[in-house]
């Protein structure tokens, strides 16, 4: 029987280690798209539409470079502004679709449309593939309503299971049922280059370096390039997966020998597993105020301090150099943004949506699930036991920039 399949690309960009294409192998013809939805720029903390340069960027680059791959086996994608559930609608109305394949998504919007979409059209075969977890849900010794509460159990479950080996790349797929003109190419400037190819590059790079025998020593470098991986703004948007990380990561222990530095790799990965899993779990409740367990911060909002937090015009000169690296470049240290947030929580005292809004808009690297599950985390609502984790900047300054090498470098040593 022939069949007509609508590939919905969302946050699983790239090519390896995909499993969306072995549910539309045995297709006679498919349909890719992928989905420019407004909603998902609107920041209602924020009051603004837009994403930064920098993410916007690194985001189509990402898309043309898909675009490109796809091309080479005969496909082209479409990219389509508008609603997700009008523009799916349009698609499955005008192709005459049979099929919608598309990768389990985090985000509410994603999962709605998928949801109105089957009861738009009960005739639809649906398959949601699990593409940006290291693990299958049906993997998980637990079901998910029975989620541990914070990470290291979580871990401590999780972490010896077997982990299935990357799939390859397709070498074909079905003829495209409406056949474009390939994109043109994005112009490559900054360090951070969206796209599989950059990504599948920058982890042989990484890998062919002595960095991982040092990351846990280096890890917390506010701002070096070698110092820690640099892989999760291309995990972000899906240009790679956590497994194929890890695959390599194997590769390399089994030449330069494992040690402490290189589990923790894995031990960072498993944190990001922990968070899908965590905002899956909760749902809604992963950008609520009170975190999913009603627990209720000392917080609200003034537009003054949090405009200064957000120029880097606080009292606290390394606050200031990290949220003018963040505006200039899209990217912070996984140390820096613990203690931009720590200070907008716990010093400036406002409510840490605002902040994780801010980030959603900002980072390079954005994910829903490891950004607002970290918000969370840092203004004591959600996933740590210990609660409310504020940092001693002083002493977080005399520990990571004794000389003030990077508040310098970025002028941040400018008060109110």
Request: aromatic share 12%; proline share 4%; net charge neutral.
């Amino acid at each position: 029987m022939s069949q007509s399949s609508l590939l919905w690309f969302t946050n699983s960009l790239r090519l390896d280690d995909n499993s969306l294409y072995n549910a539309v192998s045995e297709d006679t013809k498919l349909h890719c798209i992928y989905i420019y939805d407004q909603r998902t720029e609107l920041f209602f903390h924020l009051g603004e539409k837009h994403l930064s340069p920098h993410r916007a960027r690194f985001l189509e680059q990402t898309i043309s470079t898909l675009d490109q791959q796809l091309s080479s086996l005969g496909q082209c994608l479409h990219r389509i502004n508008g609603d997700y559930l009008e523009s799916l609608t349009h698609q499955v109305q005008q192709y005459s679709i049979d099929k919608i394949v598309t990768s389990r998504h985090v985000g509410g919007y994603e999962q709605q449309a998928i949801k109105a979409i089957a009861k738009r059209f009960p005739h639809l075969q649906i398959a949601v593939v699990e593409t940006a977890t290291i693990f299958q849900e049906s993997q998980l010794p637990f079901v998910l309503s029975d989620l541990d509460k914070s990470f290291t159990p979580f871990r401590k479950r999780v972490e010896d299971l077997v982990i299935d080996q990357p799939v390859t790349a397709p070498t074909s797929l079905p003829p495209p049922i409406h056949k474009i003109s390939l994109s043109k190419p994005v112009e490559l400037k900054a360090s951070f280059n969206g796209g599989e190819v950059a990504a599948l590059q920058h982890l042989e790079t990484y890998f062919n370096s002595t960095a991982p025998l040092t990351y846990k020593e280096t890890r917390n470098v506010l701002d070096d390039w070698q110092s820690s991986t640099k892989l999760s703004p291309w995990l972000a948007v899906g240009a790679i997966s956590a497994r194929r990380v890890i695959a390599r990561l194997s590769e390399y222990e089994l030449q330069n020998g494992a040690n402490e530095s290189t589990y923790w790799i894995k031990f960072e990965l498993l944190w990001r597993e922990y968070f899908q899993w965590y905002a899956l779990h909760w749902g809604d409740r992963l950008y609520a105020f009170k975190g999913p367990h009603n627990r209720n911060p000392l917080t609200s909002y003034d537009a003054e301090r949090f405009r200064a937090w957000r120029e880097g015009h606080t009292p606290y000169p390394i606050i200031n150099a990290a949220m003018k690296q963040l505006k200039a470049t899209g990217y912070i240290s996984n140390r820096a943004r613990q203690l931009v947030a720590s200070c907008l929580v716990h010093e400036l005292a406002i409510d840490w949506r605002y902040g994780a809004e801010y980030f959603e808009q900002q980072l390079l690297d954005f994910d829903i699930a490891s950004n607002w599950g970290n918000w969370q985390y840092l203004a004591g609502v959600g996933a740590d036991p210990r609660g409310h984790r504020q940092f001693n900047l002083e002493k977080q300054t005399q520990i990571h920039d004794p000389k003030h090498r990077f508040i310098k470098s970025w002028d941040g040593n400018k008060g109110f």
